[in-house]
C-alpha cells in the first residue's frame, strides 16, 4: 500500500524561531506514525508570492486582457503552469492533510503563504465552479491552520482588544481551505510565545505532539452545507427558505459567517462542531 503523505507549508524565515520548533515537531510525530511528510519551506525556496503571467508558459488566451484565474485554469488543463506551481500541485495531489505552519501575519498569513495559497490553489485544479465548499474537489483531504501570535490569547476574545479570533480566521478556514472542498481540523494557536518564559512554550510544544498522535482522527469544523443554499445567479445563492426557517429556533447563528444577525455560535472556527445538516 502507498505510503500516506503529510505537507506542511511552512512560512518562516529563521531556523531557531518557535516555529521552526513547531514544524519540526509534526515531522517527528508524524514520520514516527508512518506518514511520509513533505516540507515546503517557502523562504529558503524563495517562492515566488506575485500572481503574475510568468506562471503561464507559452501563450495566452487573451493578451488585451490579462485575466489570471481564466490564464492559469486554462494554462492547468494544458499542463503549461510553471515548474514551481506544478511541484507544488504534485505535492497537494499526494497529502491526504496539508499543514500550514505560520506566524500570524496582519491577522492572515503572511505574504510569501499567501502566495502559495494565490497561485497554487488554481481554478481547475483546487475548484471548479460546480465543486466548491463540501462538494469541493479536496472534500477526501484534511487541512490546518498551525500559527502562532504575537498578541495573548484575552485579546483575541470576543471582548478582547483584537476581537473574536474566530472572525480572524473565518476568511482562511472557510473561504480559502474549505472553498476548496478540504475538512478543516481545528486550528493549532500557540499564543505569544515571543511573551512566555521558556517553561510554558515548551509546553506549548508538548502539548501540540500530544494532539498530532491523535490528529488524523479528529473531527472537522463545522460548515454550512451547499445544499442549504440557491445556488443560482437568479436566486443570488442565498439560504433557501425553508433552512432558513429551520434555524429560526437556533439561538445562535449557523457559522461564524453565516450569523443571520444572531451571536455567534461560540467557537465555530477554533473548535470540531456537529455535521451541520443539508
Ligand atoms: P520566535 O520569536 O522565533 O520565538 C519565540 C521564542 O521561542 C524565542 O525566544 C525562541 O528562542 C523560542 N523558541 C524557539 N524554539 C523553541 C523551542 N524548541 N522550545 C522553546 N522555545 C523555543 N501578531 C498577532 O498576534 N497578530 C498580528 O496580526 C500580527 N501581525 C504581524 C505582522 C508582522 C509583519 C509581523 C512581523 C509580526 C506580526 N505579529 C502579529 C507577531 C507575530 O505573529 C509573532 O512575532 C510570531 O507569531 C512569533 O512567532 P516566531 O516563531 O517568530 O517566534
Not at 17 to 22: E, K, L, Q, T, V
Not at 78 to 91: T, Y
Not at 166 to 171: D, E, G, M, Q
Amino acid at each position: 500500500m502507498a505510503q500516506k503523505t503529510v505537507l506542511i507549508v511552512y512560512a518562516h524565515q529563521c531556523a531557531a524561531s518557535f516555529n521552526a520548533a513547531a514544524r519540526d515537531a509534526a515531522v517527528q510525530e508524524l514520520s514516527a506514525q508512518g506518514y511520509r511528510v513533505l516540507v515546503s519551506d517557502l523562504y529558503d525556496m524563495k517562492f515566488r508570492a506575485e500572481a503574475t503571467r510568468d506562471d503561464v508558459i507559452g501563450g495566452l488566451k487573451n493578451c488585451e486582457l490579462f485575466q489570471y484565474g481564466e490564464e492559469t485554469m486554462a494554462a492547468w488543463e494544458e499542463d503549461r503552469l510553471s515548474d514551481d506551481i506544478k511541484a507544488e500541485q504534485k505535492k497537494v495531489t499526494e497529502a491526504e492533510l496539508v499543514i500550514f505552519q505560520f506566524p500570524l501575519y496582519w491577522f492572515s498569513v503572511p505574504a510569501i503563504m499567501k502566495g502559495w495559497m494565490d497561485r497554487v490553489l488554481t481554478q481547475g485544479f483546487a475548484f471548479s465552479l460546480q465543486n466548491v465548499y463540501n462538494n469541493g474537489l479536496f472534500k477526501d483531504k484534511k487541512a490546518m491552520l498551525s500559527f502562532s501570535t504575537g498578541a495573548i490569547q484575552t485579546m483575541y476574545q470576543p471582548d478582547g482588544i483584537n476581537g473574536d479570533i474566530n472572525v480572524t480566521l473565518w476568511p482562511l478556514q472557510n473561504g480559502i481551505l474549505h472553498f476548496c472542498g478540504f475538512q478543516v481540523l481545528a486550528p493549532q494557536i500557540f499564543w505569544s510565545p515571543a511573551h512566555s518564559p521558556h517553561a510554558a512554550r515548551a509546553a506549548m510544544l508538548e502539548g501540540w505532539r500530544a494532539r498530532l498522535r491523535g490528529l488524523m482522527a479528529e473531527k472537522p469544523l463545522s460548515f454550512a452545507p451547499c445544499e442549504l443554499f440557491n445556488l443560482s445567479f437568479q436566486g443570488g445563492f442565498l439560504m433557501k427558505p425553508e433552512a432558513r426557517k429551520d434555524q429560526e429556533a437556533n439561538p445562535y447563528g449557523l457559522t461564524t459567517g453565516h450569523h443571520l444577525g444572531k451571536p455567534l455560535p461560540p467557537d465555530n472556527q477554533t473548535r470540531a462542531g456537529p455535521t451541520l445538516k443539508k
